[in-house]
């Protein structure tokens, strides 16, 4: 007795496979979330770095950091991911960036 792998498996039908125009969306869905991955690693990276030195202004670098997790945020709802959970986990974003998600800030002009 020998083994035949079912049908859906040997030819995929026409509903079941995407085409050209969608496969160039999710390529660009996944590189605009990696762009903000990308830009919310840097803001934090900034952040971390002005801990360790004295006189610098960190509120900026913390609404900086806030924006750009807002952005992220926004990209993976986007994408259908809906529990941010694991984005706070894997970027270990610190509460004081946390707090200032999605905060409208005055201009100074």
């Known amino acids: 007795m020998s083994f035949r792998p079912p ?3 040997l030819s995929p039908s026409a509903k079941d496979m995407m085409s050209p125009l969608e496969i160039e ?3 660009e869905k996944a590189d605009a979330l990696a762009r903000a991955g990308r830009k919310l690693e840097e803001a934090l990276l900034r952040l971390e770095a002005a801990r360790d030195k004295d006189g610098v202004l960190r509120d900026p670098l913390i609404d900086a950091a806030a924006d750009a997790v807002f952005g992220l945020t926004i990209q993976r709802e986007l994408c259908g991911l809906r529990n941010q959970t694991d984005m ?8 004081e ?6 905060i409208t800030r005055k201009s100074k002009d």
């Open 7 to 9: 049908a859906s498996l």
């Open 25 to 27: 969306l999710a390529g």
């Open 88 to 95: 706070v986990r894997r970027y270990q974003i610190p509460k």
């Open 97 to 102: 960036v946390m707090a200032r998600v999605g």
